[in-house]
């Protein structure tokens, strides 16, 4: 069922007959079968989730299109089943643009971000024909303008535009649109309108957009509203100079409410103490409704002033992916020191799996259903310190070594920044129609020693093998 309000409809796994289930998978079946650490994402979740993104848009009557941010899963089995659904996708480098079109995504469905491989990445998104390349920077367009040879004409540009926005001292969420972030033009500066002059000058080039992303793990509407707000007076103040933004991208960064990114100052606080609090659970609904209405508002006032800008482009990482996989791993040691402080020692934490749980408080389930009381534990990965987090504080009955676990929403960010921190990668198990198979194998050692060569074995190049 969708849901407007929280955005996030995905099933939560259930217990049924004593173990836990996703989407009629039984996990703990599926940990003992492909053994642990494993990423676990499944494909109806994957449904889901989009339909409750695209559910605010579509409610606020705005012609809203999906470009998923491919750095926050690149699993081909997860951009898959995204395809299915009829997004698009956002990509930064060429390496992520090579996936795509291997997906057969047609260019008017990818939008390009950046300059991080240089100009060739440019070309390459000319060739593919994007939607637009989105740039951040003077040195990136100067780049663009001076180097334009190779681009079609009529190449779409959009400017990503920096609404300073002012954050909290321990916020962590709001990086990219704050004041003092490294990119972004600024609303009403000489830059910007350089920027914009430059582009209409230019024979080949065409400003179709304006875009921003203000963060990630974003949990209020106000930032967004600000945002939208800077980007309506630019949009306005174009077309006085005969200028018409076709395209309004607002990015990503969407918070997950079951998934918190930590205030910096709460992150450090569970490092340093023996139990940590549990993670408080936000207050705030989805702020999407809220999001949503602003940018309705905005093309209203526009509307009035006779600019309609066709089409609205959303960005969503965390959002989307993060409910569509949990991550399963095991028990390897239990340590009870006594009054109340208990340590569960796992096969994989924030050293070994993904700095994101480290950042982020996460649920944590047994895969057996309690049937006692519940103990408070502080979960750990196999490197007993602090830093190896699972978990600051989970509930959970009495645990042994051997017993398997579930960590929920970790669709967001754990492959794409999954560690070989004393050893290879885990697999990803992929549910469609409650049947798990095998979507990404376990690495083998092999696969991380194969970079390292003999002494005096190199060419002095880089070569592949
Ligand atoms: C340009 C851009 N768009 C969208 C996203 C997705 O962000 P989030 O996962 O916070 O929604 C990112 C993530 O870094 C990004 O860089």
């Given at each position: 069922?969708?849901?407007?309000?929280?955005?996030?409809?995905?099933?939560?796994?259930?217990?049924?007959?004593?173990?836990?289930?996703?989407?009629?998978?039984?996990?703990?079946?599926?940990?003992?079968?492909?053994?642990?650490?494993?990423?676990?994402?499944?494909?109806?979740?994957?449904?889901?989730?989009?339909?409750?993104?695209?559910?605010?848009?579509?409610?606020?009557?705005?012609?809203?299109?999906?470009?998923?941010?491919?750095?926050?899963?690149?699993?081909?089995?997860f951009l898959e089943a995204?395809?299915?659904?009829?997004?698009?996708?956002?990509?930064?480098?060429?390496?992520?643009?090579?996936?795509?079109?291997?997906?057969?995504?047609?260019?008017?469905?990818?939008?390009?971000?950046?300059?991080?491989?240089?100009?060739?990445?440019?070309?390459?998104?000319?060739?593919?024909?994007?939607?637009?390349?989105?740039?951040?920077?003077?040195?990136?367009?100067?780049?663009?303008?001076?180097?334009?040879?190779?681009?079609?004409?009529?190449?779409?540009?959009?400017?990503?535009?920096?609404?300073?926005?002012?954050?909290?001292?321990?916020?962590?969420?709001?990086?990219?649109?704050?004041?003092?972030?490294?990119?972004?033009?600024r609303p009403g500066s000489?830059?910007?309108?350089?920027?914009?002059?430059?582009?209409?000058?230019?024979?080949?080039?065409?400003?179709?957009?304006?875009?921003?992303?203000?963060?990630?793990?974003?949990?209020?509407?106000?930032?967004?509203?600000?945002?939208?707000?800077?980007?309506?007076?630019?949009?306005?103040?174009?077309?006085?100079?005969?200028?018409?933004?076709?395209?309004?991208?607002?990015?990503?960064?969407?918070?997950?409410?079951?998934?918190?990114?930590?205030?910096?100052?709460?992150?450090?606080?569970?490092?340093?103490?023996?139990?940590?609090?549990?993670?408080?659970?936000?207050?705030?609904?989805?702020?999407?409704?809220?999001?949503?209405?602003?940018?309705?508002?905005?093309?209203?006032?526009?509307?009035?002033?006779?600019?309609?800008?066709?089409?609205?482009?959303?960005?969503?990482?965390?959002?989307?992916?993060?409910?569509?996989?949990?991550?399963?791993?095991?028990?390897?040691?239990?340590?009870?020191?006594?009054?109340?402080?208990?340590?569960?020692?796992?096969?994989?934490?924030?050293?070994?799996?993904?700095?994101?749980?480290?950042?982020?408080?996460?649920?944590?389930?047994?895969?057996?259903?309690?049937?006692?009381?519940?103990?408070?534990?502080?979960?750990?990965?196999?490197?007993?310190?602090?830093?190896?987090?699972?978990?600051?504080?989970?509930?959970?009955?009495?645990?042994?070594?051997?017993?398997?676990?579930?960590?929920?929403?970790?669709?967001?960010?754990?492959?794409?920044?999954?560690?070989?921190?004393?050893?290879?990668?885990?697999?990803?198990?992929?549910?469609?129609?409650?049947?798990?198979?095998?979507?990404?194998?376990?690495?083998?050692?092999?696969e991380v020693f194969s970079?390292?060569?003999?002494?005096?074995?190199?060419?002095?190049?880089?070569?592949?093998?």
């Open positions: 069922m969708s849901n407007s309000r929280t955005g996030v409809p995905v099933e939560a796994p259930r217990y049924l007959e004593g173990r836990l289930h996703w989407y009629g998978c039984d996990l703990h079946e599926t940990a003992g079968l492909y053994e642990t650490p494993a990423h676990v994402g499944c494909t109806e979740a994957v449904r889901d989730s989009l339909e409750a993104f695209r559910t605010p848009f579509r409610s606020a009557g705005l012609p809203a299109e999906v470009r998923y941010s491919v750095k926050t899963n690149p699993l081909p089995a995204l395809r299915l659904q009829g997004t698009g996708f956002e990509v930064c480098s060429n390496h992520e643009l090579d996936l795509v079109n291997r997906m057969g995504i047609r260019g008017e469905k990818i939008v390009a971000t950046g300059l991080r491989d240089g100009f060739s990445f440019a070309v390459r998104a000319g060739e593919i024909g994007v939607e637009m390349l989105t740039v951040a920077t003077e040195g990136q367009l100067q780049t663009i303008v001076r180097e334009n040879g190779e681009l079609p004409d009529r190449f779409p540009l959009a400017l990503t535009i920096c609404p300073e926005l002012l954050r909290g001292r321990w916020d962590l969420t709001l990086n990219t649109g704050a004041k003092g972030a490294a990119t972004g033009f000489a830059l910007l309108e350089e920027a914009m002059s430059a582009i209409a000058a230019h024979r080949k080039l065409e400003l179709v957009g304006l875009h921003m992303h203000i963060g990630s793990g974003i949990r209020s509407a106000a930032p967004y509203r600000k945002g939208i707000k800077a980007l309506e007076r630019i949009i306005s103040t174009a077309a006085q100079f005969g200028q018409s933004i076709r395209i309004v991208d607002i990015g990503g960064g969407y918070g997950l409410k079951s998934a918190p990114v930590l205030g910096a100052w709460k992150i450090v606080s569970s490092l340093l103490g023996p139990g940590g609090a549990p993670s408080a659970a936000p207050s705030a609904d989805s702020i999407l409704a809220d999001v949503t209405q602003a940018l309705a508002d905005s093309f209203a006032r526009l509307k009035r002033q006779g600019i309609c800008p066709e089409k609205v482009i959303a960005e969503p990482g965390r959002i989307v992916s993060g409910p569509c996989q949990l991550l399963l791993l095991t028990v390897v040691d239990v340590i009870d020191r006594g009054q109340g402080s208990r340590f569960l020692l796992c096969d994989g934490g924030s050293m070994a799996i993904s700095p994101m749980l480290m950042t982020e408080g996460h649920r944590v389930l047994s895969v057996i259903e309690p049937d006692g009381d519940l103990l408070r534990y502080r979960v750990l990965g196999n490197m007993p310190t602090s830093l190896d987090r699972v978990s600051a504080s989970a509930l959970l009955p009495m645990m042994h070594p051997g017993d398997r676990i579930a960590v929920l929403d970790t669709g967001a960010y754990f492959i794409s920044m999954n560690n070989t921190f004393s050893g290879p990668r885990p697999p990803v198990i992929w549910i469609e129609n409650g049947q798990a198979r095998l979507a990404r194998r376990r690495e083998t050692d092999a970079r390292d060569l003999e002494p005096g074995s190199t060419t002095g190049k880089e070569s592949s093998p």
